[in-house]
């Protein structure tokens, strides 16, 4: 099993960036998705979730209506689109599967993939 994260980069306030999660070695339809990010001194959060089938997403307060979760599991891949970005929006993004569904702990995310680094800033 493995996820890796990509699309993180330099943004300047107000901006927007697509994050992808590319997945291998599982059936990737079979399980939720979620995306959590750690931001310097801080504690890794849970930022939003994909079901399985991609017909239900989750989002914290903080993101809602800013991003926006999808999924191409023929592809195997899942997204989040992040909008109107702000300083705090700055950290690494990871990308995790979950063995229950979208339970909202990020101790029932089984594998973890690699993080990407958000760094917005003018």
């Known amino acids: 099993v493995q996820l890796q994260a990509s699309g993180g980069g330099l943004v300047q306030p107000g901006g927007s960036l697509r994050l992808s999660c590319a997945a291998s070695?599982?059936?990737?339809?079979?399980?939720?998705i979620g995306w959590f990010r750690q931001a310097p001194g801080k504690e890794r959060e849970g930022i939003s979730c994909i079901s399985a089938a991609g017909g239900l997403t989750y989002y914290i307060n903080s993101v809602k209506g800013r991003a926006a979760m999808s999924r191409d599991n023929a592809k195997g891949t899942v997204f989040l689109q992040m909008n109107s970005l702000k300083p705090e929006d700055t950290a690494v993004y990871y990308c995790?599967?979950?063995?229950?569904?979208?339970?909202?702990?990020?101790?029932?995310?089984?594998?973890w993939g690699k993080g990407t680094l958000v760094t917005v800033s003018s």
């Open positions: 995790a599967r979950g063995a229950y569904g979208c339970s909202g702990s990020m101790g029932d995310m089984d594998y």
């Open positions: 070695g599982f059936t990737v339809g079979w399980y939720a």
